[in-house]
């Protein structure tokens, strides 16, 4: 998977030290080197373990600080045993090579270890006490905390503390908790980065779907509905989530009134009070990450170990429903119901295993058998659910020989992979910029740059960008800036792309203007390719333009516009709708997240000085004290959009979940004459207006109906003409070396 190469370890500046010859290791489990730091770790140590880690293939431990150094020697901080001597290389404690660390036995092991193990693993790691109730069988003669497992205390290592929550049996269905889950910053082995559960309150037996995006919310409630009704002819009656807003979408709450299904939800701010569902969630991710570890299983299967999370724990005793499993309360209100895979025996997830190679179009040569990783089980169709990486194709078959003791993944396959890339939101975003040194581009970097969390790639050909609107940036640790031309394809691993790459004043648009369709239809192709490869989620800065010279006044998004084709603004404007047609197409054959935004009129600081276009016109010409040229007849509007307004309406509809097209554009609006005249008394009193020929195809009006973005995105823009302008006249005067006389 392209995505999976991407981890924030490529980004460590210095260079790997050279490594001492005592720091050889197998494997994972036989670890038995320990870098330790100092009571306080310092940043460069911490930047070079990792590094370390990362050249050794081996997880980060999270366990690091348990063990501390008394005076040369290495002290473990649970057992309070000294271990060891430790010697110092390069910075770092190196523990002695063998070294009485209390490491379990492991699953490289297993072929010694007894059953008790074997179901541990097969189980997802529930804890032994748990499995004694289970296999009581198993343990005469041994007592459940007698066991222990390195794999649990990794995954683990939340170190959770479930509150049992109240428990008051009813019937199935009658209440349904839910919670979403996301966004992952690895995508699952089909684009998801999202998941959604439904736990039914009686049972506590749990639904888990897989979703690429957030808006799915209500189809995938619709779906497990019907579900409920077909199955097990019964009706949701109550249904109890958090205050995310995609549970308050108005699709769904259309769907609850109908049904007749009471939605609460948890008050804002108090997410505990969602606890069913946030503890299931929990327990859920905990054996997910031991189900991956155990086997080396790289994280784009994170989706399938999460579906066999569900599986299992849904067959798992549960404290507080005194040690029954959910399944088995579930079938005592559903005798008649046989879940098909219920007579599937339980396998190791993530060992290899042979199937029947079923390809239509396999020759007498090819292997009669396939090499494949067992990745679940199916609950609706009898078989074992397998994954071949190489095809990356997925097969359910019972026709299956398992090895479980195999690992079908080594060591190798997770490489540079740490847990702390597992966790939603708070992950770092990766965002490409195309066209970021550019007026608006530029800005809407500075923004991005504001929060920490983020890293920004630009993208530029510098046609009309420069390099200069960027320098504050340049040699940024979080900042990239590549020239690079997007009819070209590129190749970059990022999570959202905010495409504005084009020229956009009609004079640079009109220069070249095979190469401006160019950009549009081919640039869009390839950045719409690229967000499809690595599933990121992409945003279009489309135009005013598109509503061509507009018979409908304001232009609300549901206004096909008014355009010729085979004017000399065609190749903007139409290449414009034919960048939204693309994106549209892409959404609805690739699932690809996309975001349009319709661009009005926008002015700012950092606009060419000879850009061409009206304001950045009048303000250089007030400037020089050269005539405002006013083309005719002067009567034609615009509404113009200070920038900063501009780049938070850009960002908001890329962070919101609604698809657009949304315009963006500050409603107020201005004859040309108008704009002269406010320049005049602003800037240059002196100067006169002279009025001059047109070109062809100018819209005569323009200005944008904002109640979309208002109502979708809470956003207007704040900032009034008058008090944009002399913002920009300020970054004039600079460039222009023209001063202000007193
Ligand atoms: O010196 C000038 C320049 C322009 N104008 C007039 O001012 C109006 C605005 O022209 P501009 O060139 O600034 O911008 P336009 O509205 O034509 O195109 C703009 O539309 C929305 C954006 O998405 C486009 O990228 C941008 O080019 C036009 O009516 C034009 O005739 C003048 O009166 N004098
Ligand atoms: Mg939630």
Redesign the pocket.
Known sequence: MAANSSNGEQQTPSKPPPLPSPLRFSKFFQLRLRFLFQPRPCPKLLLLLRRLLQIQKIFLVPMLHQIRLVKGLVKALISKKMIGKASLHNGLYILPTSPKIEISKSFTALGKVDTVMLWHFRLGHPSFQYLAKLFPALFINKRPNSFSCKVCSLAKHTKSSYFPSTYKPSYPFALIHSDIWGPSRVKNADNCKWFITFIDDHSRITWTYLLKDKSETASVFVQFYNMVLTQFGSKIQLFKSDNGSEFFARSLGDFFKEKGIVQISSCVGTPQQNGVAERKNRHLLEVTRSLLFTTNVPKYLWGEALLTATYLINRMPSKVLKFQTPQSIFLQHFPHFKPISSILPLKIFGCTVFIQNIAPNKSKLDPKSLKCVLVGYFSLKKGYKCYHPPSKRFFTTMDITFYEQDSYFTQAEIQGETWSDFQPQQSNMRILVTGGAGFIGSHLVDKLMENEKNEVIVVDNYFTGSKDNLRKWIGHPRFELIRHDVTEPLLVEVDQIYHLACP???IF?KHNPVKTIKTNVIGTLNMLGLAKRVGARILLTS???VYGDPLIHPQPETYWGNVNPIGVRSC?DEGKRVAETLMFDYHRQHGIEIRIAR????YGPRMNIDD????S??IAQALRGEPL???KP?T?T?SFCFVSDMVDGLIRLMEGENTGPINIGNPGEFT?LELAEIVKELINPKVEIKM?E??PD??RQ?KPDITKAKELLGWEPKMKLRDGLPLMEEDFRLRLGVSKEK
């Open positions: 956009a004043s009609p648009y135009t005013s333009e903007y661009i009005f009129n926008t061409g276009r009206v304001v016109n009048f040229t006013v083309q002067g034609q615009r040309m001059v047109n070109t100018d819209p323009r």
